[in-house]
C-alpha cells in the first residue's frame, strides 16, 4: 500500500465527531462498538464482522479484560491475537451485550443486524464509508480506526516500557515493516526528538 493511499488517521475532533453522529444512528450502542473495535482494538474490518461473544467471554459468558482473537477470525495463520480491553471499549461493549441479544436476533457474533445474525466485512466497509461520508471526513475509510490505533500505540509505547514489537503483536502483523508503514509521522515531534541528544 503506498503511501498516498493510505487510510487517513483521525484527528480527536473527528473522534469526537464520529460519536456524537454515532449517537444519533438507528442502533447507536452497536455501532460505537463498531467503530471503538476499529479505534480502541485496531481491528480491521474482517475482524470486526468476525468477532464472537465467545472471544471476549469467561466461561461464565462474563465479558473479559481482553479479546482473544482467532486466526479464523483474522488473517489466516497467525492473525490470531490477544488485544486488552481498552476502559471506553469495555463500558460499550457492556452496554450493547445485553441489547445485542434482546433487540436484534440473538448470535454468537458481536455485530448483528436486524436481518442477520452475522454480518460481513462488505457491510462493516460501507458503515465507516456512510458515516465519514455524512460528516463529510476524506480520505477516512474503515481502516482509519486501525491506522489511528496503531499510531497512537507507537506515539505512546516506550512510555509504558513497552516496544514497537509490543504494536506489532497488538495489530497482528507478522513484520514490523508492516506495522511501521501504518504508523504516521509527526512534524511536530520530530522537531522535538533532535533537541534531546
Known amino acids: 500500500m503506498s503511501l498516498g493511499k493510505q487510510a487517513k488517521i483521525l484527528s480527536k475532533g473527528q473522534i469526537e465527531a464520529v460519536l456524537a453522529y454515532l449517537s444519533t444512528t438507528r442502533h447507536p450502542e452497536r455501532d460505537r462498538v463498531i467503530f471503538l473495535l476499529s479505534l480502541k482494538a485496531g481491528l480491521r474490518a474482517k475482524e470486526i464482522a468476525s468477532l464472537?461473544?465467545?472471544?471476549?467471554?469467561?466461561?461464565?459468558?462474563?465479558?473479559?479484560?481482553?479479546?482473544?482473537?482467532?486466526?479464523?477470525?483474522?488473517?489466516?495463520?497467525?492473525?490470531?491475537?490477544?488485544?486488552?480491553?481498552?476502559?471506553?471499549?469495555?463500558?460499550?461493549?457492556?452496554?450493547?451485550?445485553?441489547?445485542?441479544?434482546?433487540?436484534?436476533?440473538?448470535?454468537?457474533?458481536?455485530?448483528?443486524?436486524?436481518?442477520?445474525?452475522?454480518?460481513?466485512?462488505?457491510?462493516?466497509?460501507?458503515?465507516?464509508?456512510?458515516?465519514?461520508?455524512?460528516?463529510?471526513?476524506?480520505?477516512?475509510?474503515s481502516h482509519s480506526g486501525r491506522r489511528t490505533a496503531i499510531t497512537g500505540w507507537a506515539r505512546k509505547i516506550s512510555s509504558v516500557g513497552g516496544s514497537l514489537r509490543d504494536v506489532q503483536l497488538l495489530a497482528g502483523h507478522s513484520a514490523l515493516g508492516t506495522t511501521q508503514r501504518y504508523i504516521e509521522g509527526s512534524e511536530d515531534a520530530k522537531r522535538r526528538v533532535v533537541e534531546v541528544v
Open 52 to 141: 464472537k461473544w465467545e472471544m471476549l467471554t469467561d466461561a461464565e459468558g462474563r465479558l473479559g479484560e481482553a479479546i482473544h482473537l482467532t486466526n479464523d477470525a483474522s488473517k489466516g495463520k497467525r492473525g490470531g491475537r490477544i488485544i486488552p480491553l481498552s476502559k471506553d471499549l469495555k463500558v460499550a461493549l457492556e452496554r450493547w451485550m445485553p441489547l445485542a441479544q434482546s433487540q436484534l436476533r440473538p448470535s454468537p457474533y458481536v455485530v448483528t443486524t436486524e436481518r442477520s445474525a452475522s454480518t460481513s466485512s462488505y457491510a462493516v466497509v460501507n458503515k465507516f464509508a456512510g458515516w465519514y461520508r455524512a460528516l463529510g471526513f476524506q480520505g477516512a475509510s
